[in-house]
């Protein structure tokens, strides 16, 4: 034991120092764990303050989830009243939805039957697509000979549009043969009662052989000479009543498309003067024979120029009521039918033409009484004229206050020809014995008259006096082709009908700035058609593949120098194919070939015929103001019955 305390004893101190170390250490340690308690204390403090912070905002939102949750529990009843109204239309929707299973099965049993329809579409869509690959190759063949049909169709119109034209023309040519040869019936048949007659009076006045023989011979000259006109009317009356109460002579050329008239004082017969002042303010020497009257036909609106062809309206929907053009004896088809009495409209065209002639010569001759100081001359077309043709003629004038008396001396007629041959020997002067070719180049028929100068300014005809269809309007149609050929003929036709004076103002533009200054010599030159300023009413006739192309040209065309020649030389080959008939019938080569008419200003058709005949005559001359020949040629007529000369 005693061993064991002492052992224990000096044992005691080493293990209060362990003690003493561990518990120092285990001290440290607590204290450090202490430490870090006390940290952790006052992190826990910052934590639990951000709790409760954390805890006042939950508390604030657990309000405000109370007051929500209590306002939920509100919906959540309506809900609930809700739910219930669904659940009858949920069972309501039952109901339906077993009807619409049914009908989904009569529906299916139906697509079942369109399936099977289907299959059989597409089988025959199949045969029918097939079908159409051989129809489409055959509709394509179609179209390609349709193409070549189109085309063969385009120059069998062409082909007929000349052909039409040419019957036209022959259709002409062959009324003009036919009164040509009715006015030598006539002739003949006057010829053979004057000689009857004259046999019996010189068989009555036992008259010596001899002067019988003379007479008949100056009588036969004086008929041969074709004035038959005045020898119905003016001679016979010349030799018994004086005009010396006239001062002024008046020559109305009357023409089918183009009337004008001339004017001189007894006093100055060299000093003849022609008018160039129409309606519109025309400055031309011939106006248009036309009327345009109001819709009763009753009154007349327009005349001459302005009723043919007016400058169109932008906005233009009215049909225009179509213009009358005049005619006496012979008629033309290209005309329209006159919806008036025929004597009414020269009448109403000789009162209208009768007024301008009235104001020209106050204007001039401020004393001169018209009805008792004017002799009015009117030159007609070169056909003769029946005495019932006469006698209508005489009465329109009459009702037009151009003379006071029906049977008026103060009214003469010439035929056109007649008066420009008296103008021509009376202003060129030529050789007695010498040959006179008159080429009259009118707007419709160019007529050819060859004559001799017999003395004391008398004219003979050599040759019977030929023509043709082949005036300057034919180079106007020459034009409308070409019109025809841009736009289509269905569609110049359809202008022609509801809008005629549009077409013919783009005519008539034509003829100002494209006819009339062509010369053939300037291979520059050109025309430009704006069919929005001449025509636009023609743009609601053409087809949509013309519309496309002219859109694309701003609906301009330039008419080209090969364009226009074109349409000139045929009509120029016509007239000198007749001019070489004529001097192969005179078979000399030392006459004058004289040029009169509208269209003999042309300086083309001047050089064409001076080209062609300058070798083979002796001169081509063209008169000044060749336009107004005939209305001269009466009046110098109108001055020789005044001064009781024969002198044709």
């Given at each position: 034991?005693?061993?064991?305390?002492?052992?224990?004893?000096?044992?005691?101190?080493?293990?209060?120092?362990?003690?003493?170390?561990?518990?120092?250490?285990?001290?440290?340690?607590?204290?450090?764990?202490?430490?870090?308690?006390?940290?952790?204390?006052?992190?826990?403090?910052?934590?639990?303050?951000?709790?409760?912070?954390?805890?006042?905002?939950?508390?604030?939102?657990?309000?405000?989830?109370?007051?929500?949750?209590?306002?939920?529990?509100?919906?959540?009843?309506?809900?609930?009243?809700?739910?219930?109204?669904?659940?009858?239309?949920?069972?309501?929707?039952?109901?339906?939805?077993?009807?619409?299973?049914?009908?989904?099965?009569?529906?299916?049993?139906?697509?079942?039957?369109?399936?099977?329809?289907?299959?059989?579409?597409?089988?025959?869509?199949?045969?029918?697509?097939?079908?159409?690959?051989?129809?489409?190759?055959?509709?394509?063949?179609?179209?390609?000979?349709?193409?070549?049909?189109?085309?063969?169709?385009?120059?069998?119109?062409?082909?007929?549009?000349?052909?039409?034209?040419?019957?036209?023309?022959?259709?002409?040519?062959?009324?003009?043969?036919?009164?040509?040869?009715?006015?030598?019936?006539?002739?003949?048949?006057?010829?053979?009662?004057?000689?009857?007659?004259?046999?019996?009076?010189?068989?009555?006045?036992?008259?010596?052989?001899?002067?019988?023989?003379?007479?008949?011979?100056?009588?036969?000259?004086?008929?041969?000479?074709?004035?038959?006109?005045?020898?119905?009317?003016?001679?016979?009356?010349?030799?018994?009543?004086?005009?010396?109460?006239?001062?002024?002579?008046?020559?109305?050329?009357?023409?089918?498309?183009?009337?004008?008239?001339?004017?001189?004082?007894?006093?100055?017969?060299?000093?003849?003067?022609?008018?160039?002042?129409?309606?519109?303010?025309?400055?031309?020497?011939?106006?248009?024979?036309?009327?345009?009257?109001?819709?009763?036909?009753?009154?007349?609106?327009?005349?001459?120029?302005?009723?043919?062809?007016?400058?169109?309206?932008?906005?233009?929907?009215?049909?225009?009521?179509?213009?009358?053009?005049?005619?006496?004896?012979?008629?033309?088809?290209?005309?329209?039918?006159?919806?008036?009495?025929?004597?009414?409209?020269?009448?109403?065209?000789?009162?209208?033409?009768?007024?301008?002639?009235?104001?020209?010569?106050?204007?001039?001759?401020?004393?001169?009484?018209?009805?008792?100081?004017?002799?009015?001359?009117?030159?007609?077309?070169?056909?003769?004229?029946?005495?019932?043709?006469?006698?209508?003629?005489?009465?329109?004038?009459?009702?037009?206050?151009?003379?006071?008396?029906?049977?008026?001396?103060?009214?003469?007629?010439?035929?056109?020809?007649?008066?420009?041959?008296?103008?021509?020997?009376?202003?060129?002067?030529?050789?007695?014995?010498?040959?006179?070719?008159?080429?009259?180049?009118?707007?419709?028929?160019?007529?050819?008259?060859?004559?001799?100068?017999?003395?004391?300014?008398?004219?003979?005809?050599?040759?019977?006096?030929?023509?043709?269809?082949?005036?300057?309007?034919?180079?106007?149609?020459?034009?409308?082709?070409?019109?025809?050929?841009?736009?289509?003929?269905?569609?110049?036709?359809?202008?022609?009908?509801?809008?005629?004076?549009?077409?013919?103002?783009?005519?008539?533009?034509?003829?100002?700035?494209?006819?009339?200054?062509?010369?053939?010599?300037?291979?520059?030159?050109?025309?430009?058609?704006?069919?929005?300023?001449?025509?636009?009413?023609?743009?609601?006739?053409?087809?949509?593949?013309?519309?496309?192309?002219?859109?694309?040209?701003?609906?301009?065309?330039?008419?080209?120098?090969?364009?226009?020649?074109?349409?000139?030389?045929?009509?120029?080959?016509?007239?000198?194919?007749?001019?070489?008939?004529?001097?192969?019938?005179?078979?000399?080569?030392?006459?004058?070939?004289?040029?009169?008419?509208?269209?003999?200003?042309?300086k083309y058709l001047q050089n064409r015929i001076k080209e062609e005949f300058g070798h083979r005559v002796n001169e081509i001359l063209v008169l000044t103001l060749p336009t107004a020949t005939v209305a001269r040629g009466a009046v110098t007529y109108g001055l020789s019955v005044i001064d009781g000369l024969s002198v044709i």
């Open positions: 034991m005693t061993n064991e305390r002492s052992n224990s004893k000096t044992l005691l101190p080493d293990k209060h120092h362990e003690v003493v170390g561990k518990l120092e250490i285990g001290f440290n340690k607590l204290n450090n764990k202490f430490v870090n308690l006390l940290e952790e204390h006052q992190k826990i403090k910052q934590q639990y303050k951000i709790l409760q912070e954390k805890n006042q905002e939950i508390l604030f939102i657990n309000s405000d989830l109370k007051e929500k949750n209590q306002e939920i529990l509100r919906n959540n009843s309506d809900l609930k009243d809700q739910n219930q109204e669904i659940l009858l239309i949920n069972l309501n929707l039952r109901k339906e939805k077993e009807k619409i299973l049914g009908i989904n099965s009569d529906l299916k049993d139906q697509k079942q039957e369109i399936l099977r329809i289907n299959s059989n579409l597409e089988n025959r869509f199949q045969i029918i697509k097939l079908m159409y690959s051989d129809l489409n190759e055959k509709h394509q063949e179609v179209l390609r000979k349709n193409s070549s049909l189109i085309e063969e169709n385009k120059k069998i119109l062409r082909i007929n549009c000349d052909l039409k034209e040419k019957l036209e023309e022959f259709e002409k040519l062959q009324q003009y043969v036919l009164n040509l040869e009715n006015q030598k019936n006539e002739e003949i048949q006057r010829l053979e009662i004057i000689s009857e007659n004259l046999e019996k009076n010189l068989m009555i006045l036992e008259v010596d052989e001899n002067d019988i023989n003379i007479f008949k011979e100056n009588e036969s000259y004086n008929i041969n000479n074709n004035f038959t006109i005045n020898s119905n009317k003016g001679l016979e009356k010349d030799t018994k009543i004086s005009y010396s109460n006239i001062k002024v002579v008046v020559g109305l050329d009357f023409g089918i498309k183009y009337s004008g008239f001339s004017y001189c004082h007894v006093a100055n017969s060299k000093e003849i003067c022609s008018n160039d002042m129409w309606p519109g303010d025309t400055i031309r020497l011939k106006t248009n024979t036309v009327l345009q009257y109001d819709e009763e036909f009753n009154n007349v609106v327009y005349w001459g120029a302005p009723a043919l062809a007016k400058k169109p309206k932008r906005r233009q929907n009215s049909k225009e009521n179509p213009p009358v053009k005049l005619c006496l004896g012979q008629h033309d088809d290209s005309m329209t039918i006159l919806p008036i009495d025929y004597k009414k409209a020269i009448t109403d065209f000789l009162r209208e033409i009768g007024k301008v002639i009235k104001e020209r010569i106050e204007c001039c001759w401020p004393t001169a009484n018209y009805f008792e100081n004017v002799l009015l001359v009117i030159a007609v077309p070169a056909k003769k004229y029946t005495p019932k043709e006469m006698a209508i003629m005489e009465e329109c004038v009459f009702h037009a206050n151009l003379v006071k008396e029906r049977d008026s001396i103060k009214l003469q007629f010439i035929t056109e020809s007649e008066a420009a041959a008296l103008y021509l020997v009376k202003n060129i002067s030529p050789n007695v014995g010498g040959t006179i070719m008159i080429v009259d180049c009118d707007k419709n028929i160019v007529e050819i008259t060859i004559r001799t100068l017999i003395g004391n300014d008398r004219l003979g005809e050599v040759t019977a006096r030929i023509g043709e269809y082949c005036g300057s309007a034919f180079i106007d149609k020459e034009f409308m082709r070409f019109l025809r050929e841009r736009f289509g003929t269905c569609a110049i036709d359809q202008l022609k009908e509801n809008y005629n004076g549009q077409l013919q103002y783009m005519v008539q533009k034509f003829c100002q700035h494209a006819k009339e200054p062509f010369t053939g010599g300037d291979p520059e030159f050109s025309y430009v058609v704006d069919i929005e300023d001449t025509a636009p009413n023609l743009i609601r006739y053409v087809s949509e593949e013309t519309r496309k192309i002219m859109e694309d040209n701003q609906w301009i065309i330039d008419i080209e120098y090969n364009d226009i020649k074109k349409m000139f030389d045929p009509v120029i080959d016509k007239i000198i194919r007749l001019i070489h008939i004529q001097i192969s019938n005179i078979q000399e080569n030392r006459s004058t070939v004289c040029l009169i008419g509208e269209f003999s200003e042309n």
